[in-house]
C-alpha cells in the first residue's frame, strides 16, 4: 500500500466521476442522490429503484420486489427458541414450504410470559379470551392484513393466509407456533438505518481494497439480549412512520454512546438531520429471525444513509458505552456474521454503493 497513493486517489476519482461530474468537498452526498435517483440498478434477484427519501405504506409501491424475497429461513428453525428454553419441532428444508405434506409437524405451541402479561406493545391473546367467550370489544379478534387501529398488521410481502384464526408465516415452518417473544400475531414491523462512509487511513485517505475497490464502514452495535453485532435497528411503535423509528433507533442505540461536548453534539445533530433527509432503501420484507414462529414473524424497512464526502456523521468517533454494550464502525466484507439477516441488507448495500465486499 506505501507505494499506492497516487494509484488509490486515481481510483477515487474513477469512482467519484461514474456518479458525479467531478467531486467537490460538500458536493459528494447530493450529487449522489440526485444521480441515482431513477436509475435502476440490480441487487441480487431483484431489481431496486432508487429514489430520493420517503417510504410509501403500501407494499405494492416496495423498493424490494418480496416475491423474490422468499428464501428459506435457517435463523428462524434454530434449535432453541431464544430467551427459553424451548425447542423447536424439527424442520428440514425440504418441509419448510406450507404447501409439502408434513402430516407428523407436531410444533410446541408457546409464547412468552412478557408477552402474555399484556403490554403495550403486545396483542391480546385473543385465542384464549374467545374460548372464554369474553365478547368485550378490546378481545375482538384483529383485522388482519390491514391497518387495525394504529396497529399495522399488514406485511410487506403482500397478503399472508390466515388458518385456524391466526397468520401463517409467509415464509414456511419454523417448528413453534404461538407468539414466542413477539408482540404481534403475524408481521411484527421494524427498520433498520445502515449509515456507511468510506474507510480512511490516517492522512485521510480512502482505503481500497486489493481489487482496488473502495471499502465502505457501517455503524454496528452490539445488542444487549445476545451480544450479537446488529445495525441499530428498533421496532416501529405503532401509529408511527418507518422514517421517524429510523432516526429514534439511531439516535437512541448508536449516538448515546458519543463522547462530545454540548456544542459537539448540536453540530451532530444537524450532521444526522441533513444525513436521515436523503436515505435509500435497500431492503423491505420479511427477516430470517430466530424469534419467528409459525404465526409471528419479524419484517424490516433497511434503509443506507451514506456520507459520501465524509465532512459529516462519518467523523463521528465512536466507543463502547459504559454498559458493555459496544457501538463500532464496522468494515463491510463478505465476513461479517450478524443478527439475523443484517447481512443479506448490508450486501445489498456494498452492490449499491459498488463498495468493497
Ligand atoms: C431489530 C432490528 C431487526 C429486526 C428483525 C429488531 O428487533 O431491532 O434491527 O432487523 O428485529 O430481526
Known amino acids: 500500500m506505501q507505494n ?50 420517503s417510504v410509501p405504506d403500501n407494499p405494492t409501491d416496495s423498493a424490494t420486489d418480496p416475491s423474490s424475497e422468499m428464501k428459506l429461513h435457517n435463523k428462524a428453525r434454530c434449535q432453541v427458541y431464544p ?26 405451541d408457546f409464547t412468552s410470559n412478557s408477552v402474555l402479561q399484556m403490554p ?15 365478547t368485550s370489544d378490546s378481545c375482538q379478534e384483529p383485522k388482519w392484513n390491514q391497518l387495525d387501529g394504529k396497529t399495522n398488521r399488514r406485511s410487506h410481502m403482500g397478503r399472508y393466509e390466515v388458518v385456524d384464526k391466526v397468520p401463517r408465516n409467509p415464509v414456511g415452518r419454523t417448528g413453534i407456533c404461538g407468539r414466542g417473544c413477539l ?35 457501517f455503524i454496528a452495535v452490539q445488542r444487549r439480549d445476545n451480544g450479537q453485532w446488529a445495525l441499530p435497528g428498533g421496532m416501529v411503535d405503532a ?39 436523503r436515505g435509500q432503501e435497500v ?11 409459525d404465526n409471528a414473524w419479524m419484517e424490516t424497512v ?9 465532512q459529516g456523521v462519518a467523523r463521528f468517533k465512536l466507543h463502547a458505552g459504559d454498559d458493555a454494550v459496544g457501538v463500532q464502525w464496522m468494515d463491510l466484507s463478505h465476513h461479517l456474521e450478524l443478527y439475523a439477516s ?12 459498488g463498495a468493497s465486499w
Open 239 to 277: 401509529g408511527e412512520v418507518v422514517t421517524m423509528t429510523l432516526r429514534r433507533e439511531f439516535g437512541e442505540e448508536a449516538l448515546n454512546s458519543l463522547e462530545a461536548t454540548e456544542q459537539e453534539k448540536k453540530q451532530i445533530e444537524a450532521s444526522i438531520n441533513e444525513l436521515f433527509s
Open 183 to 217: 408482540g404481534r400475531w403475524g408481521p411484527n414491523h421494524a427498520a433498520d438505518p445502515i449509515v456507511t462512509r468510506w474507510k480512511r487511513n490516517d492522512k485521510g485517505q480512502i482505503v481500497v481494497d486489493e481489487n482496488h475497490k473502495l471499502i465502505a464502514q
Open 83 to 108: 430467551r427459553s428454553d424451548k425447542q423447536r419441532y424439527p424442520v428440514p428444508d425440504e418441509k419448510v414450504q406450507w404447501s409439502v405434506p408434513f402430516p407428523e409437524y407436531a410444533p410446541l
Open 120 to 134: 403495550p406493545w403486545a396483542d391480546i391473546d385473543f385465542r384464549t379470551a374467545q374460548t372464554n367467550e369474553d
Open 4 to 53: 499506492r497513493p497516487v494509484f488509490m486517489i486515481f481510483q477515487i476519482t474513477r469512482f467519484l466521476r461514474f456518479f458525479a461530474t467531478g467531486p467537490s468537498p460538500n458536493s459528494g452526498p447530493e450529487r449522489v442522490t440526485r444521480t441515482l435517483t431513477g436509475t435502476n440498478l440490480t441487487f441480487g434477484h431483484s431489481r431496486v429503484r432508487h429514489r430520493s427519501y
Open 283 to 293: 431492503y423491505r420484507g420479511y427477516v430470517d429471525d430466530p424469534r419467528n414462529t
Open 342 to 353: 443484517h447481512v443479506d441488507f448490508l450486501q445489498r448495500t456494498a452492490e449499491r454503493l
Open 302 to 310: 433497511a434503509m443506507n444513509f451514506h456520507d459520501q464526502d465524509g
